[in-house]
């Protein structure tokens, strides 16, 4: 039995160090650890809602990068958000003991999927490398999602990721599709800080999709010359 549901908690922002967003703003990474000393973790790729966490083409990718090559201006760290989007807790990333017996008293993580490119990139670019016409011809790219998944886990290991046994990689749509894309490395990362991980286990959630259309990509304004004719798949 997983006893009592812990104190409602909320997540805290940490600055990373050495990793960007493709907008050139430093990434972050979003933590909850419990008070009660715990070695179970689940770390999530990106949000509890589906969002645009990707960028598929190259003028979708430009919408988000650093216009003129200028990275915004620094930002104060946003306040403590609830765990799982103040929703009860009712996944397996949330802290009601009734309906997450196994994981309501784990350390919780999000992880940033700024990067918007599934957490593979490894390149900075400006919109002339892809021959778009300005103003998107000056606009700077960062695809940094080793990096970011890489200083995530360091930071996590300073917050006590590095006495882990059992870690849980999820994340839900673009999430979903990050897990099943970089599972691996990140377990090679979490199993260089956390010599003791027994158990590691991966889990999608709506993150394997056929060409499909996507209604919620697809109402975005910058998505709608990428996505697939309406009903199509294939």
Not at 5 to 17: E, I, K, Q, R
Not at 77 to 83: C, H, K, M, Q, W
Not at 93 to 104: E, K
């Amino acid at each position: 039995p997983a006893g009592p549901s812990p104190p409602p908690g909320n997540y805290t922002t940490y600055p990373l160090v050495g990793a960007k967003c493709i907008n050139g703003a430093p990434a972050t990474v979003q933590a909850w650890i419990n008070p009660t000393p715990s070695t179970t973790w689940v770390i999530q790729l990106g949000g509890p809602s589906p969002s645009v966490g990707f960028c598929i083409s190259a003028s979708a990718c430009a919408q988000f990068g650093a216009k003129a090559g200028k990275p915004p201006a620094p930002t104060p760290t946003p306040a403590p958000v609830p765990i799982n989007g103040g929703t009860g807790g009712n996944s397996i990333t949330g802290q009601n003991c009734t309906t997450n017996p196994d994981f309501c008293h784990a350390n919780q993580v999000q992880i940033s999927m700024c990067d918007m490119s599934f957490g593979l990139g490894n390149a900075e670019v400006t919109g002339a490398d892809f021959g778009l016409k300005a103003p998107d011809d000056t606009t700077t790219m960062s695809f940094q999602g080793p990096q970011i998944l890489v200083a995530s886990i360091k930071k996590l290991g300073e917050l006590g990721l590095n006495k882990a046994t059992k870690v849980l990689l999820t994340g839900f749509a673009a999430g979903g599709q990050q897990v099943f894309l970089t599972a691996d490395a990140v377990h090679a990362a979490v199993k260089a800080v956390a010599p003791a991980l027994a158990v590691f286990k991966a889990l999608p959630v709506d993150g394997l999709r056929v060409n499909i259309n996507q209604p919620l990509s697809c109402t975005c304004e910058i998505m709608k010359g990428n996505c697939c004719p309406k009903g199509s798949i294939g």
